[in-house]
């Protein structure tokens, strides 16, 4: 495992063991002392230094509230409400640091004022009265003015229902900068199917066969692999080859390359698995944070002993030769992983702490084209951690924006294509956007507006009844069209069939509400208030008999232990938001697509409009 520092050694050992937060900040003071003695002697650190120090062996004085991390157990937390609020408004004071007065409102319509410091200066773009606001660690400091403060640990989530995948949101961070903006990005420029993907999509299906068979063979893996994607390497594979079905030669030298590459990772990735001391494992779980809003689906996850919960993510495409350095971020600020991915990983780990209570564990990234240091520590850095929350709380604040009319598709395109930022594309698509013309302009803003309001409608009406229903320990009895849902299935194991994860439920009670094909959740009853504590399996319906149905599993890999741990399960219908993404490509192929066709679309439009 490869780390950038000795200080990432140590924020490593202190997530892994959960470590009091006051060990964490006496060796971050320690290494800014070190740093001060190499440049400009600095009494204050040394202030900081002691006070640090005292808190630390305090900890020691009282061993019954601490002991218990450092003796490789599970640290005891403090159990801390998540209050729900209404947004109010927001004004400039200048009160000690507070430099902001967030006014909102409790269930009871009761005025809640919290004083603020310049992190959550983004707050004032909220364009919306009814925004709703989850607020943690705050402190009460006038009861009967019902005002509080914003302490070390406090987090405030815009509208906790919308939920957005960690994959997106890593998208907005580059090793120099940051912005919400570039969460939009995966819209505005022309998607393609290239070998790259291809390849990283065979190589995740050989990784997943590999953690379940370490010893298979390469062809025999490669072959599974294909089988899941046929049409899209197809589709990668003839992209390389321009399109033309009769360049035999080209399709058969890119087919052949692609395996070649693949091999390679999976070599790779044969020698360091043995490494990753497996233990209990779950691979492609998929996790919803109902606190901060995010999903994500990690590629494994590693249960251990003591509540130890390591994640690991793959890479197939390059890695860095060497650290970056962060502009943005005082702690650590080198990394030997690309921005993105970091992100991604810290992401997971928010997920993983909101879910499982006291989790402690690590992340790392896994290049798998990287034959000498393939397994890179990722710290797990608060830092960062409440950086990705405020990013995220800001693209809540633009897709608002949009709705409301405030900022179009136009606006959102200028403001990307002005970015300079390395991965930002350039030249091909600042020419197709200075050719579209005003008519144009119109269209895509209003089909832009409407695509995105019925994504955020569509993720609020699935979302904000989980909300409820987690806060108030309710579920069963809530009989909305959202959450179709069967409880008290038992897994037939002698029908099952656990190598490729295709499980069979028996059922007593009826389940018209479901049909062949539904995409669904799997989780044990004793989940069923509360599914996003537990790891969501994602898979489909693949036939239903008299008193059976067979459920095909996402991921094909998973751990048979894990299901005999639980003797009741329950599916429910996944409201996937595939459709909206879909919506969104057509949007953008109309971009991409000549003028000519741009003109007959419009002018479709506009007829079906006068027409009706």
Not at 248 to 268: D, S
Request: charge should be neutral; proline fraction near 3%.
């Amino acid at each position: 495992l490869q780390f950038t520092s000795n200080l990432a050694r140590v924020q490593f050992l202190i997530s892994k063991y959960n470590l009091p937060t006051e060990f964490s900040n006496l060796v971050i003071s320690i290494n800014k002392l070190k740093q001060n003695f190499q440049n400009e002697f600095d009494l204050r650190v040394i202030e900081n230094l002691k006070e640090d120090i005292i808190n630390f062996l305090n900890h020691f004085i009282e061993p019954e509230k601490y002991s218990g991390a450092l003796l490789h157990k599970i640290a005891p937390q403090e159990d801390k409400q998540n209050f729900i609020y209404k947004f109010g408004s927001i004004y400039n004071i200048d009160h000690n640091e507070f430099k902001f007065l967030l006014v909102c409102f409790d269930e009871k319509s009761q005025t809640i004022r919290i004083l603020l410091n310049e992190k959550f200066q983004y707050l004032k773009r909220i364009p919306d009265i009814h925004t709703v606001l989850l607020i943690k660690d705050v402190e009460l400091i006038k009861p009967k003015k019902r005002l509080y403060k914003q302490t070390k640990d406090t987090i405030i989530i815009i509208e906790p229902g919308y939920l957005i995948d960690i994959t997106d949101l890593a998208e907005c961070f580059s090793h120099n900068i940051y912005n919400p903006l570039l969460f939009f990005k995966r819209i505005l420029f022309k998607s393609t199917t290239n070998q790259n993907l291809a390849k990283g999509n065979l190589v995740n299906h050989i990784f997943d066969s590999l953690i379940n068979d370490p010893v298979i063979d390469f062809d025999t893996a490669f072959k599974v692999a294909v089988k899941y994607r046929p049409i899209s390497l197809m589709a990668a594979i003839l992209s390389e080859a321009n399109g033309d079905f009769n360049n035999g030669k080209k399709l058969k030298e890119t087919a052949i390359e692609l395996k070649k590459n693949v091999y390679e990772n999976y070599r790779n990735l044969q020698q360091v698995i043995p490494s990753l001391e497996l233990g209990n494992y779950i691979v492609e779980p998929s996790f919803i944070s109902e606190s901060y809003g995010l999903q994500g689906r990690l590629d494994l996850l590693i249960n251990k002993d003591f509540g130890e919960k390591n994640v690991i993510e793959l890479k197939a495409g390059k890695f860095p030769n060497g650290n970056i350095k962060i502009n943005y971020i005082n702690s650590d600020s080198y990394l030997n992983v690309w921005v993105n991915h970091h992100v991604q990983a810290n992401g997971y780990n928010l997920l993983l702490d909101d879910v499982f209570e006291n989790r402690r564990g690590t992340s790392a990234i896994l290049y798998s084209s990287d034959s000498e240091k393939p397994l890179r520590n990722v710290s797990n850095v608060k830092n960062f951690k409440e950086l990705i929350l405020q990013v995220r709380n800001q693209i809540i604040i633009l897709l608002k924006q949009i709705i409301l009319n405030h900022i179009d598709f136009e606006w959102i395109v200028q403001k990307v294509l002005n970015l300079s930022y390395r991965f930002v594309q350039k030249g091909d698509d600042n020419e197709v956007f200075d050719n579209i013309e005003i008519g144009e302009w119109h269209y895509l803003n209003e089909c832009f507006r409407f695509i995105i309001t019925e994504e955020y409608l569509h993720k609020l009406r699935n979302n904000i009844i989980r909300i409820d229903m987690v806060q108030n320990d309710y579920r069963l009895s809530n009989q909305s069209d959202s959450y179709l849902l069967s409880n008290n299935l038992e897994i037939d194991y002698d029908k099952s069939d656990f190598n490729v994860n295709h499980l069979v439920l028996k059922f007593e009670d009826n389940i018209n509400n479901f049909r062949e094909g539904d995409q669904i959740m799997l989780y044990p009853d004793e989940f069923i208030e509360k599914p996003s504590k537990f790891y969501i399996l994602k898979g489909a319906i693949r036939e239903i008999s008299t008193n059976t149905l067979t459920i095909s599993l996402l991921s094909k890999s998973t751990d048979k232990s894990l299901f005999s741990q639980f003797n009741k399960w329950t599916i429910e219908i996944e409201n996937s938001d595939d459709l909206v993404r879909k919506q969104l490509q057509v949007l953008n192929k109309f971009i991409y697509s000549p003028k000519y066709n741009r003109k007959k679309v419009i002018e479709g439009s506009q007829q079906h409009f006068e027409h009706n």
